[in-house]
């Protein structure tokens, strides 16, 4: 090696003259720690239209349509009484679309009271009494009528059969007269029962009358009350449907036009 060729001096600090290759390295670096932007493009004018058109119509479809979102929204008579299939005709010749009080009834015991009772009135062994051929409704319309205005507490017996597991509650704040002498007609005159129909003037005589008595009744306060009692205007237990009334017996209110 020639110790007269000059030595390669070693550069120190910055050189000047990589300025370009400096920033292009830097513009790589930017490059790759960009964040992606697939997906996060702004939606198109004419799209944000037709979503909007959407809800506009959809809401208005479920305005139109939802029948105020009550219980009766689906029936196609607004909750209306159903006519029934009779002869008679009344002025001008316009067929009458009148219920029975029994037929107002089975509706409100359908929806009030099946889920206990159960629609064939058998009831649910050693949770609820049945009520085909239950003397409680076979009897008099008294105690009957105590026991669904105030309700029941504690053990009854029941065609020889005792429950006790299950509490009734009582209805005097949920049922108006009307409903519920409809639905004491009902269990009354269904399952083989034979009792005579409620009218809406004994129910409201009996809750005037038990206004001042705060709890629910219980078996010995149903057996302190003769099997037979009546309420208000009401005709005797003996007194099946298709029979005349006893003489002696008040002749019970008329029912009230729907």
């Given at each position: ?32 720690k960009r964040e ?68 107002r009834g089975k ?152």
């Amino acid at each position: 090696m020639n110790e007269n060729s000059p030595k390669r001096r070693v550069r120190q600090g910055m050189d000047y003259g990589e300025t370009e290759d400096v920033q292009q390295v830097h513009a790589a670096i930017q490059r790759e720690k960009r964040e992606p932007r697939v997906g996060l493009e702004p939606l198109s004018l004419w799209l944000i239209a037709i979503y909007g058109l959407a809800i506009f119509f959809g809401g208005a479809y479920l305005g139109r349509y939802s029948g105020n979102f009550s219980g009766d929204g689906l029936d196609p008579l607004g909750g209306a009484p159903r006519p029934t299939k009779s002869g008679a005709t009344g002025p001008g010749g316009a067929q009458t679309a009148e219920l029975s009080p029994a037929d107002r009834g089975k509706k409100i015991f359908s929806a009030n009271c099946a889920t206990c009772h159960q629609m064939s009135g058998t009831g649910v062994a050693g949770q609820y009494p049945p009520l085909a051929g239950s003397e409680y409704v076979n009897g008099g319309t008294r105690r009957l009528g105590m026991i669904v205005l105030k309700g029941l507490q504690g053990p009854l017996t029941v065609k020889g059969a005792t429950f006790g597991t299950a509490v009734m509650q009582p209805w005097e704040k949920t049922l108006t007269d009307a409903k519920i002498s409809d639905v004491l007609t009902f269990i009354r005159q269904e399952w083989g029962n034979k009792g005579g129909p409620v009218s809406p003037q004994q129910i409201a005589a009996l809750r005037k009358e038990l206004a001042n008595h705060p709890d629910s009744f219980t078996e010995p306060d149903l057996k302190a009350v003769p099997e037979d009692a009546e309420l208000p205007g009401g005709e005797p237990a003996a007194t099946k449907p298709g029979e005349p009334p006893n003489p002696a017996a008040s002749p019970a209110p008329s029912q009230p036009k729907a």
